[in-house]
């Protein structure tokens, strides 16, 4: 075992699994498979049992996890002492196309991150075979990041099977089919996101006359893994259902997913009254189709957010809202 990224001494500031997780983006369960399996990271234990990382074993772990969605495998990495995971990670910027911004690999390359994987789920669903497609989703989420999951297979993965239904290479029974499996793979990975203890609340839905619920799905898994509690409450939730989740007391904000504009007569009055029924304490995030993206930023009391990526990063800025044990 490499004893370098073993926590430090007594008096080195000790951090949650929570806080582990929502400052590097690595899922609470993903991380228990990296230590368990591989011994990639050594966190103390508090007197309860409880993991504590420190500073150093932070670093650690976005060192693994910007390598790993670089291409390496977690189990060609994990033995490596800190110092070479930095010298790695060097040469892994140096490779990249030099850029004026200091843009994580993992974010450049998350479009192509999955580019063999995802011609393999597409002929899992062309076979109908749910079985291969099912185990594969569950291959792919063990090894990424939590986001390299979310923007670099799963969004890429519905694109395509939107453009294979309107090519004709796919009929609605295989979109049905492969829709309810990536379904059941969401739901398994937000649950197994999920952290104990008091977390603040976040409401995923998509409002009245919106039936497309995977914007609102992924929407609760990234919550998920920026250490909040999503609420998934499922499509086409009317304003004053919303509004009767967002009354409860950890609920601090609610995101909406529209991917249809024109299935509302009026979208703008409808999120108005989202807003109106709503506690003014609780902040309201709107992603999906541009014309909605538009119609959000027209709206008091909106936020608007153009990518999951994003609104990781809003609820992770959030971190004063975290109640984090000591």
Same mark, same amino acid.
């Given at each position: 075992m490499i004893s370098d990224h073993r926590s430090g001494s007594a008096t080195e500031p000790l951090f949650p699994v929570?806080?582990?997780? !929502?400052?590097?983006?690595?899922?609470?369960?993903?991380?228990?498979?990296?230590?368990?399996?591989?011994?990639?990271?050594?966190?103390?234990? !508090?007197?309860?049992?409880?993991?504590?990382? !420190? $500073?150093?074993?932070? $670093?650690?772990?976005?060192?693994?996890?910007?390598?790993?969605a670089a291409g390496h495998s977690i189990g060609s990495i994990a033995h490596r002492s800190t110092d070479e995971l930095r010298e790695l990670m060097a040469a892994e910027r140096e490779l990249a196309s030099p850029s004026p911004v200091d843009t994580p690999v993992r974010e450049r390359r998350a479009d192509t991150l999955f580019h063999e994987e995802l011609g393999t789920a597409m002929s899992a669903v062309e076979d109908r075979d749910t079985a291969s497609l099912r185990a594969l989703l569950g291959r792919v989420a063990l090894s990424a990041t939590s986001f390299g999951f979310v923007q670099g297979f799963i969004v890429p993965l519905l694109r395509e099977l939107g453009s294979a239904w309107k090519r004709g290479s796919i009929g609605v029974a295989e979109e049905h089919l492969a829709s309810a499996v990536i379904r059941e793979v969401l739901g398994v990975q937000i649950q197994a996101a999920e952290l104990p203890g008091a977390v603040p609340g976040v409401v995923c839905t998509t409002p009245s006359g919106q039936l497309h619920e995977f914007g609102a799905l992924l929407a609760a898994l990234t919550a998920a893994h920026a250490g909040w509690r999503p609420i998934y409450a499922g499509p086409d939730l009317p304003s004053v259902e919303i509004a009767r989740l967002a009354e409860s007391p950890d609920v601090r904000a609610v995101a909406l997913s529209v991917l249809h504009p024109s299935a509302s007569s009026s979208l703008e009055d409808l999120l108005a009254e989202v807003r109106r029924a709503t506690p003014a304490s609780v902040k309201l995030y709107l992603g999906g189709h541009p014309a909605a993206v538009r119609t959000g930023t027209a709206t008091p009391g909106f936020s608007v957010l153009e990518s999951y990526e994003e609104f990781r990063d809003v609820l992770a800025e959030s971190a004063s809202l975290l109640r984090v044990d000591t």
């Open positions: 929570r806080v582990a997780v !929502s400052r590097t983006g690595v899922a609470a369960h993903l991380l228990r498979a990296w230590e368990r399996r591989y011994g990639a990271v050594e966190p103390d234990r !508090s007197r309860g049992g409880q993991r504590r990382y !420190s $500073e150093r074993e932070i $670093e650690r772990i976005r060192l693994l996890r910007d390598l790993v």
